[in-house]
């Protein structure tokens, strides 16, 4: 796994130094509006500290942190109205998994219907 980079584009959100649309806020997790959306709803959860993806995420971030970032998801899909109708969630990791931003996050997408994940 590699080292966290200070420098990718989520940190510097989190730092203020890039501004964002947010759709949620608190201790340990900040949401916003991805800036090139691929549905209605596109929206990113990240947690506030320093994790390269889902695997460093879940093998080293405490309790708190990850109920923090499952209960956000729950709050904002609710909120947006995503529950009635659904939505998918995706993370991607790694070269294989597409991941373009080494700071873990989550997509929500919805708003429409989802296609199949292999179009
Ligand atoms: P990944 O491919 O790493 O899972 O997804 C990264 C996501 O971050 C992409 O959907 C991309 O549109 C989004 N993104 C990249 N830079 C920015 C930015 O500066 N602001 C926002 N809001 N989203 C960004």
């Not at 501004?19 to 090139?36: G, K, M, Q, R, S």
């Not at 959306?37 to 708190?64: E, N, Q, R, W």
Request: glycine share 10%; aromatic share 8%; no cysteine.
């Amino acid at each position: 796994m590699t080292d966290y980079d200070d420098n990718n584009i989520f940190a510097k959100i989190l730092r203020g130094e890039i501004p964002n649309d947010t759709v949620y806020e608190d201790e340990y997790v900040l949401a916003f509006n991805d800036i090139n959306p691929l549905a209605p709803v596109h929206i990113l959860v990240i947690p506030k500290g320093k994790y390269v993806s889902m695997t460093d995420f879940s093998i080293k971030a405490p309790a708190t942190e990850i109920e923090a970032l499952y209960r956000a998801i729950g709050k904002i899909v609710t909120d947006k109205g995503l529950d009635k109708k659904g939505y998918r969630v995706i993370a991607n990791t790694g070269e294989h998994g597409g991941q373009e931003v080494p700071h873990y996050h989550i997509h929500i997408i919805g708003g429409e219907k989802i296609g199949s994940l292999r179009p």
